[in-house]
């Protein structure tokens, strides 16, 4: 069916920046966006980011003006650049494909990468 594959997690400093990736294989028929989830210890997931297959890009008022997401169609992978990492920024963030509706809202679909972890020292 679907397989994604996160990489790029590490430990870096405060104000440091790492790019995520996520690599998409198999069949994706009603696929039409994929998205950047993250969850730390004692919370919900949460949703970061998520761009539409045209290129449709929305990001959480948390990470705004710090994280960009990005995409490369032919190569079926999605980017996640963080910048000014904070240490609250510190949690496994989960690659998920789902769908992105005409208003821009994101509503994901039971695919998801195994994690990758992110740890921000202060």
């Known amino acids: 069916q679907v397989q994604l594959v996160e990489s790029g997690g590490g430990l870096v400093q405060a104000g440091g920046s790492l790019r995520l990736s996520c690599a998409a294989s198999g069949s994706i028929f009603s696929i039409n966006a994929m998205g950047w989830y993250r969850q730390a210890p004692g919370k919900q997931r949460e949703l970061v980011a998520s761009?539409?297959?045209?290129?449709?890009?929305n990001v959480a008022d948390s990470v705004k003006g710090r994280f960009t997401i990005s995409r490369d169609n032919a190569r079926n992978t999605v980017y996640l650049q963080m910048n000014s990492l904070k240490p609250e920024d510190t949690a496994v963030y989960y690659c998920?494909?789902?769908?992105?509706?005409?208003?821009?809202?994101?509503?994901?679909?039971?695919?998801w990468g195994q994690g990758t972890r992110v740890t921000v020292s202060s």
């Open positions: 761009i539409s297959k045209g290129g449709i890009t």
């Open positions: 998920n494909a789902g769908w992105m509706y005409v208003s821009g809202s994101y509503s994901p679909a039971d695919y």
